[in-house]
């Protein structure tokens, strides 16, 4: 799993919390280096933000995450 240097510690901690029975290796990088590295197949998935910044590479699949609030 993949992710920015920015968002790291909200994701790891959260993959940790919710896949404790799964080994995780992190990956901190830019954006456009852990998309490809997914569409390269070296990483199974990347959390990162894109404000259409960067081209994702043809063939990866994406998902908006929206923002939770719990009141």
């Not at 790291?8 to 290796?25: H, Q």
């Not at 954006?31 to 390269?40: A, F, K, R, S, T």
């Amino acid at each position: 799993m993949g992710t920015i240097q920015a968002m790291s510690p909200m994701v790891f901690t959260a993959l940790e919390i919710e896949l404790d029975s799964v080994r995780v290796r992190p990956e901190i990088d830019h954006g456009p280096v852990l998309l490809q590295q997914v569409h390269e197949g070296t990483l199974d998935a990347a959390i990162i933000t894109i404000a259409q910044q960067t081209v994702v590479p043809r063939g990866l699949a994406g998902t908006t995450m929206s923002k939770i609030i719990r009141c």
